[in-house]
């Protein structure tokens, strides 16, 4: 019934599952992350290992296809990872840039990576407090 419903408005057929696989896992930024562009600094509101979702106030500093140089910051506990990387703007939509990382060297995957065990870390402590 509602295949033959989604087929009369046009929208297709609700028995077809669009599979949309991602190269990374996205992060929700709701850990202390920030990231620096022109020495501003942007909340980010999602991340991954290929790129950034942040927050501005005004678009018209940024244009699809603008290289930015990065730096991110990773807040931890103890500590705070900062990374300098190059990211080409994918898309800009209201009060969100997004930008694609261009490709990776070994010692920014390194910090990446650092990233990553700590957020690891962190979320093995906490699940072992709670």
């Known amino acids: 019934m ?7 408005l046009g929208l297709g057929d609700a028995s077809k599952t669009v599979v949309q696989e991602r190269k990374h896992v996205r992060r929700n930024a709701s850990r202390r992350f920030f990231i620096e562009v022109n020495g501003k600094i942007f909340p980010v509101k999602d991340w991954s290992e290929g790129g ?15 290289k930015l140089t990065l730096i ?7 500590d705070v990872i ?15 840039i997004a930008a694609s990382f261009e490709p990776v060297k070994n010692d920014t995957k390194r910090q990446f990576d650092r990233v990553l065990d700590g957020i690891v ?10």
Not at 2 to 8: E, G, P
């Open 2 to 8: 509602i295949n033959s419903i989604l087929s009369m």
């Open 52 to 66: 950034v979702l942040f927050e501005v106030s005004d678009i018209k500093n940024f244009s699809i296809g603008q």
């Open 72 to 78: 991110m910051g990773f807040g931890f506990e103890h």
């Open 82 to 96: 900062k990374i300098n990387h190059t990211a080409k703007i994918v898309r800009a939509a209201n009060d969100s």
């Open 121 to 130: 870390s962190e979320n093995f402590i906490k699940s072992q407090v709670a």
